[in-house]
């Protein structure tokens, strides 16, 4: 089985909530979701990162909450610290691949969980948080997404915003991010801000969990200019298993729309036309997204090795993709 390193899922601030408003008893260990440390076992995981999302309309005291969640987090790793472990450095994960533990690395959804203070955003580090996706659906003073969002109401998901970047308190906010050693992700970001993040930084980035806008014209996907500088950089963009992000489907058939290995390969085949096999990683969005999955959670993941084999990508390729690319950034930023 081939090692997997996923740049993105929900599971946590899902848990945390069904537990808070549903009394619900699920955990990490073993859960009804898309993901838990069994599915992980099976799926033959090196690594997960686990974001802490928020949405900005829904919470007042953004930075508080995240605190909550990440206290969440942290006791789910203590009571499954026999399989799983928390990785600050490159080394951590290392170490944990030699001891047979699976890795997990924090990460946060939505920079507003800063409030815009940079303060917060070193303590974020100083608590083990080494991704940051700078936005979500909505503009939050560090940049804009990359369409315009309102609870309840079908968004635009064709038209890009090239207009509106990063803020000034974002250019900051980059370069800090760089400084520190937290990894930048441009996914949910504009346009104009995935340019703004190649002007003010030096460092590779991630699109965490974005695919191709060639394969399926969603303003959430990359454009090829996009999908080459970001190659360039030396980043990686993680295959996202949204149906409405692998395929065309109108917004009211959303939950009919189906995701398949057959149109995840037709996305990755893509990136490797255009940016190269180094670009390419794995960012599932699984318990963040709804629809019909193929891979039905993360204990089936090796039907999209299957899937790339029987496509003719090489070993040397599929590692690539699964987990060698985004480890090489990785290993570049977490030191
Ligand atoms: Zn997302």
Not at 9 to 20: A, E, Q
Not at 272 to 285: A, E, M, Y
Request: aromatic share 10%.
């Amino acid at each position: 089985m081939v090692k997997l390193i996923d740049m993105h899922c929900d599971t946590i601030t899902g848990l945390y909530d069904r537990r808070i408003k549903e009394g619900s008893v699920e955990n990490l260990r073993k859960n009804s979701m898309h993901l838990d440390i069994e599915k992980l076992k099976k799926g033959n995981y090196m690594l997960q990162n686990f974001a802490i999302f928020q949405s900005l309309k829904k919470h007042e005291n953004m930075f508080e909450d995240s605190i909550k969640y990440i206290d969440y987090f942290y006791q789910e790793m203590e009571a499954n610290r026999d399989c799983i472990s928390m990785v600050r450095a490159y080394d951590d994960i290392i170490r944990n691949e030699k001891e047979g533990k699976i890795s997990a690395l924090l990460t946060i959804e939505e920079g507003a969980e800063v409030e815009g203070k940079l303060e917060f955003l070193r303590t974020f580090y100083r608590l083990g948080v080494r991704m940051i996706t700078l936005t979500w659906n909505y503009e939050n003073g560090i940049g804009y997404p990359n369409f315009h969002y309102e609870e309840g109401k079908t968004p635009d998901m064709k038209s890009r915003n090239t207009i509106d970047g990063l803020t000034p308190f974002g250019i900051s906010f980059v370069e800090e991010m760089e400084r520190l050693g937290i990894i930048i992700d441009v996914s949910h970001l504009s346009d104009a801000g995935f340019y703004d993040v190649l002007r003010y930084t030096k460092k590779p980035f991630v699109a965490s969990h974005s695919n191709a806008m060639h394969c399926c014209n969603n303003c959430r996907n990359l454009t090829d200019d996009m999908i080459r500088r970001l190659s360039e950089r030396g980043g990686v963009t993680g295959i996202n298993f949204c149906p409405s992000f692998l395929d065309e489907v109108p917004m009211e058939d959303e939950r009919k729309a189906y995701a398949s290995v057959e149109k995840m390969i037709v996305h990755i085949s893509h990136l490797k036309k255009v940016g190269g096999i180094d670009c390419i990683g794995l960012g599932t969005d699984f318990d963040g997204i709804e629809g019909n999955l193929e891979i039905k959670d993360a204990s089936y993941m090796q039907m999209l090795v299957e899937g790339l084999e029987k496509a003719g990508f090489t070993s040397v390729e599929i590692e690539a993709i699964c987990y060698k690319n985004v480890l090489r950034v990785y290993r570049e930023i977490l030191k």
